[in-house]
């Protein structure tokens, strides 16, 4: 390391910071540890903390606020290295579900409007009406503006199911995923324009047939892969959130995980591009996953759950396709992985959420509102 020269070890820029797992709630703001590498030759403080010396680094306990904070370290020469962290004052204890790859239902729904009275007698979204009376599950579904071959898209759905999809606005959600199914990594270098357009042309359809409640700020896109000028199109036409596996390949390189390099897709559950302001959410768990069968759920959240320690965040998702039995890959046990997902977390303290609640710019019991 260069002589008087800071480095931030742990948070650093962008890192997002959870109650519980970065520190404690202490009357509204988050007491937590800052450690710092610096030359061993002098003062340092954080936030006009002194801190100490341990380990061989520099360490300070601080409290957090806000939403989003400043942390700046000054040594004895007055050099200065400062950060922006977050925190997400609801993330912990929480889990979020969503869906990949919707189309099929959809078109089931338009072929049988005449059949059905309600949106929950199409099979595929009767499992997640079961999860949610049960035990609280919530689900966020990423659309598909059209089916592999052509023949059926967004713009052909019936409109007669809008104010039941309206009505289940509080835990069943929609926003854009792709064009399509195929190709693979539709996005990875697909202009900026393109990804609007196609964001336009799902959402504006979304809204036609289950209403703009529906919607929301966060997304999933198709194999989580774009290049920087596509992400922004995506926080540009309003997603603030972005989800994905972010995980490497045989070779090491970045897979699933937009543009972030491997330091970037390492950093927790949640990482925050504050040059772009885009927060990026990591998948930990694909129920699809051809290892997958349903009598295994429990066991492997059992090991998420120590790995936690009952705290922190889980993401899971699974994709429309594997339920269907003319699927190529099909799960016949597809239903009872997700009733026995959302089981395991009800019984673990794990509370559904929406993630556009979690990542909302405010903290709880300390937020601007509370004091008019």
Request: hydrophobic share 35%; net charge negative.
């Amino acid at each position: 390391m260069e002589m008087n020269m800071l480095r931030f070890i742990n948070p650093v820029e962008g890192d997002v910071l959870m109650t519980e797992v970065d520190g404690e709630d202490v009357g509204g703001r988050l007491k937590t540890t800052v450690t710092i590498d610096a030359p061993q030759s002098g003062a340092v403080t954080v936030n006009g903390v002194t801190a100490s010396i341990s380990g061989g680094h520099y360490k300070a306990e601080i409290f957090l606020d806000g939403y989003r904070n400043r942390i700046e370290a000054i040594d004895a020469s007055g050099n200065k290295q400062a950060i922006t962290v977050f925190w997400f004052a609801r993330a912990n204890r929480k889990y979020r579900f969503t869906v990949d790859d919707l189309i099929i239902a959809l078109q089931d729904l338009t072929v049988n409007k005449d059949k059905y009275k309600s949106i929950f007698e199409n099979p595929f979204l009767k499992i997640f009406k079961e999860a949610h009376d049960k035990y609280g599950s919530l689900v966020h579904i990423n659309v598909f503006y059209e089916n592999p071959d052509g023949s059926f898209n967004l713009s052909m759905v019936t409109d007669k199911f809008r104010k039941e999809f309206i009505a289940n606005s509080d835990w069943m959600t929609f926003t854009f995923h792709a064009q399509r199914e195929f190709p693979d990594a539709p996005y990875r270098n697909a202009p900026y324009q393109q990804m609007i357009e196609d964001c336009r042309r799902v959402t504006r359809e979304i809204k036609r047939f289950a209403g703009k409640e529906v919607l929301r700020d966060t997304t999933t896109l198709h194999f989580a892969t774009a290049n920087l000028y596509g992400t922004r199109a995506l926080r540009t036409f309003g997603f603030k959130a972005l989800c994905g596996y972010f995980c490497r390949d045989d070779k090491g390189n970045p897979i699933i995980s937009y543009y972030l390099d491997k330091d970037q897709q390492d950093r927790r559950d949640f990482w925050v591009d504050t040059a772009e302001g885009i927060i990026f959410v990591k998948e930990g768990i694909v129920l699809n996953a051809p290892e997958w069968t349903a009598d295994k759920v429990a066991p492997f959240l059992d090991e998420i759950g120590a790995r936690k320690q009952g705290k922190g965040f889980i993401q899971m998702v699974i994709h429309e396709q594997y339920f269907y039995p003319d699927y190529v890959n099909y799960e016949p046990d597809y239903a009872e992985r997700i009733l026995k997902m959302a089981e395991w977390m009800k019984k673990h303290g794990y509370e559904s959420a929406s993630l556009s609640e979690i990542i909302r710019e405010d903290v709880p019991g300390v937020s601007a509102r509370d004091e008019d």
